[in-house]
């Protein structure tokens, strides 16, 4: 936590340490014979890779990438830019489709990318339901916990269970 909230920025072996969880999350989450853990392990691992071979941790390149890992990535990517983060504050929705746009190819699968784009609105609206998002144009419930939260959110009368939150190894 003291380097993934660090104001500034990474030194080398910072960085080093931050990269370090795709391949801990994949070698936790690829334990388990459940579906859903065996999927969120290729995601953990291939999460950073990058559709022109410059991501972490193997350098795989477009389609060696499987579908879930270029799929989380444009989310990630999307997430990244128009969340506030410690060291700085979310980027307006114009400038975080540039970006998408300009990394169509080079960070992002392009048809993927491309399908982001065009369901911008989806996006979006993700994201005003589980995210805290500062853009005004974006009206936040900051009831809501967001849904990325580092502890899950206590359980209410209308929520059902989330197999999502069940630790590594649960046979529920």
């Known amino acids: 936590d003291s380097i993934l909230n660090k104001p500034g920025s990474l030194t080398r072996k910072e960085l080093e340490i931050m990269r370090s969880h795709t391949t801990i999350g994949y070698r936790i989450l690829t334990k388990s014979e459940r579906p859903v853990l065996k999927s969120a392990a290729i995601i953990a691992n291939e999460h950073h890779e990058r559709w022109d071979g410059r991501g972490y ?21 999307f997430d990244a830019l128009y969340s506030d983060r410690v060291y700085r504050k979310a980027m307006p929705l114009n ?44 009206t936040t419930d900051h009831s809501t916990p967001p849904l990325l939260s580092p502890a899950p959110a206590p359980p209410t009368p209308a929520r059902q269970r989330d197999p999502y939150r069940e630790p590594v190894g649960s046979k529920s």
């Open 57 to 77: 941790p193997r350098g795989l390149v477009g389609e060696q990438i499987h579908l879930y890992g270029r799929i989380v990535a444009v989310a990630d990517v």
């Open 95 to 138: 400038e975080v489709l540039d970006i998408i746009n300009v990394e169509s190819g080079h960070h992002l699968d392009p048809r993927l990318a491309d399908l982001m784009l065009s369901h911008v609105d989806t996006f979006t609206a993700i994201s005003e339901e589980y995210c805290e998002v500062t853009d005004t144009s974006i």
